[in-house]
Each structure stands twice: as structure tokens, then as C-alpha cells.
């Protein structure tokens, strides 16, 4: 089983910056494509930020410029800088990979969540 554990949430003021961290533990697995997703208060859960195996990243158009995606590959570690918070980046941030185990095993996992507060 491979699990996914998001950390670095929490309450900052605007303008402010904070990084989210997303470490994969297992056995046997490589990370394909992972993101950052978040879901505030009524809302649905939206991308935030993705990045291919290659390094490609994609952000939405909210926080281009503001937001920062990457990964290590040495330790499996997934990371979300977050810089210029606005209070409306409020919501509780989630990870994602795409992880394949086997060539026929190759599925979706999803972190716990992390909330993020930005008081205005």
C-alpha cells in the first residue's frame, strides 16, 4: 500500500507565505503525475497545481505566479509553495499521485488534507 501524508498547513496573514510538503511511503512504487488540490468551505474540490514525472507543471489561473509546484524524486516528496496568500487561497489543501506499482497497477491516492487559513 503506498500513502501519501500531507504537512505545513496552518494560519498565516495575507501576504504571507507557507509550503506544503506531500511525502509518498511504501514499497515499490514510482510517482507518475501529482497535484495539489483544495476545497474550501461550500465549495468543490478544485486543482490548485499539478506536475508530470518530467518536471511539467500546470497551475490555475488564481494562483500562477503566487504558487510554486515541485517534487523530489530522491524522496518521494511533493511540495506546494505558497507565497502572496490572499484570504480567498482559504480551504483545506489535499495531494494527489498517479502511482503505479506494477505495469498493470496504476492508481490514484489521494493525502489527508491539510487546512490553510489565511486571515485577511
Known amino acids: 500500500q503506498v500513502q501519501l501524508v500531507e504537512s505545513g498547513g496552518g494560519l498565516v496573514q495575507a501576504g504571507e507565505s507557507l509550503r506544503l510538503s506531500c511525502a509518498a511511503s511504501?514499497?515499490?512504487?514510482?510517482?507518475?503525475?501529482s497535484g495539489w488540490y483544495r476545497q474550501a468551505p461550500g465549495k468543490q474540490r478544485e486543482l490548485v497545481a499539478s506536475i508530470s514525472s518530467v518536471g511539467t507543471t500546470v497551475y490555475a489561473d488564481d494562483v500562477k505566479g503566487r504558487f510554486t509546484c515541485s517534487r523530489d524524486g530522491t524522496k518521494n516528496t511533493m511540495y506546494l509553495q505558497m507565497d502572496s496568500l490572499k484570504s480567498e487561497d482559504t480551504a483545506v489543501y489535499y495531494c494527489?499521485?498517479?502511482?503505479?506499482?506494477?505495469?498493470?497497477?496504476?492508481?490514484?491516492?489521494w493525502g489527508q488534507g491539510t487546512q490553510v487559513t489565511v486571515s485577511s
Open positions: 511504501g514499497s515499490a512504487f514510482s510517482i507518475l503525475t
Open positions: 494527489s499521485a498517479t502511482i503505479r506499482r506494477s505495469p498493470l497497477s496504476i492508481k490514484d491516492y
